[in-house]
C-alpha cells in the first residue's frame, strides 16, 4: 500500500489517544477506511504499514485481524490483505432480496412456531446483547433469523433465505464498524419476537421488512456518500 498524506495525517493525529499500540493501529485504520482515504480494494502491506506507524509488524498483524472481523479488510491468498469491497449497490441488492424473502419465511412459519423455538430466539438475543466480537454477533443474528422462519416447510425457500443472510453478514458487521447499529437492531429484534409470541403475523412481517428495509436504507447511504466523496 502506498502511504498516502490522508492516512500520515490520522497516524499523527490518533497517536496519543489510544491505550494500546494494536488499538492505535486498528482504529486509525478503521477510519481511514470508513472515511476513504484508503479506498477499496488497496493493499494492506504489514511492512509498510508497519513503518508508517512507527510500530513493529506484530500489532499491525493483529489490528487487520481486527478489521477483517468487522469486514473492512479481506485477506487474499498471495496478496495478503486488502481493504474490503463493499459497495452501496450490493448491500442495496442484497437488502431488496432480503425484504422480498424473509417476510414470506416468517408468515410460513409463524403458525408452526414453538414455545422452545421462540425461547431459543429470546436467548439468542440476550447473547448478542453482551457479544462483543463481530464475527460472533453476525452468526448470532443469522441464527435468530433463521429460528423464527425454521417452521417454513420450504426448504428452497430456506436455503435462499439463509443464503443472503450469510451474504448480509459483511455488511452487517460493517455497519456496526460503521455506525453503531447494535442498540437500534436488538430493539427491533426484540419487538419482532414480541410479534411472533403473540402470533402476530401481520405485525411479524410489517416489523421484519422494516428491520431489514431501514437498516439497507442507512447503510446504501452511508456508502454512497462515501463513494460520492
Do not use: K
Amino acid at each position: 500500500m502506498a502511504v498516502n498524506d490522508g492516512l500520515s495525517r490520522l497516524v499523527a493525529r490518533a497517536r496519543p489517544r489510544h491505550r494500546t499500540t494494536t488499538e492505535f493501529v486498528e482504529a486509525t485504520l478503521r477510519e481511514a477506511i470508513l472515511t476513504g482515504v484508503i479506498a477499496p480494494g488497496t493493499p494492506l502491506r504489514q511492512e509498510e504499514l508497519a513503518e508508517t506507524f512507527g510500530v513493529s509488524r506484530m500489532p499491525v498483524r493483529e489490528a487487520l485481524r481486527q478489521l477483517e472481523a468487522r469486514a473492512l479488510a479481506e485477506f487474499h491468498p498471495h496478496r495478503g490483505a486488502v481493504v474490503a469491497e463493499i459497495s452501496a449497490a450490493d448491500g442495496a441488492d442484497i437488502g431488496a432480496i432480503r425484504m422480498a424473502l424473509e417476510p414470506m419465511a416468517l408468515r410460513l412459519s409463524l403458525p408452526g412456531l414453538t414455545a422452545a423455538e421462540l425461547d431459543q430466539a429470546e436467548e439468542l438475543i440476550a447473547e448478542m446483547d453482551g457479544e462483543a466480537d463481530p464475527g460472533r454477533m453476525g452468526e448470532l443474528n443469522r441464527r435468530f433469523h433463521m429460528t423464527l422462519y425454521a417452521r417454513a416447510g420450504r426448504p428452497r425457500l430456506l436455503a435462499l433465505t439463509e443464503q443472503h443472510l450469510l451474504a448480509a453478514d459483511r455488511y452487517l458487521r460493517f455497519q456496526f464498524a460503521a455506525l453503531g447499529y447494535l442498540p437500534r437492531s436488538q430493539d427491533e429484534h426484540r419487538a419482532l419476537l414480541a410479534a411472533c409470541r403473540a402470533g402476530d403475523a401481520e405485525e411479524g412481517c410489517r416489523l421484519v421488512t422494516d428491520h431489514v428495509g431501514q437498516a439497507a436504507e442507512q447503510l446504501t447511504a452511508f456508502l454512497e456518500g462515501r463513494e460520492a466523496g
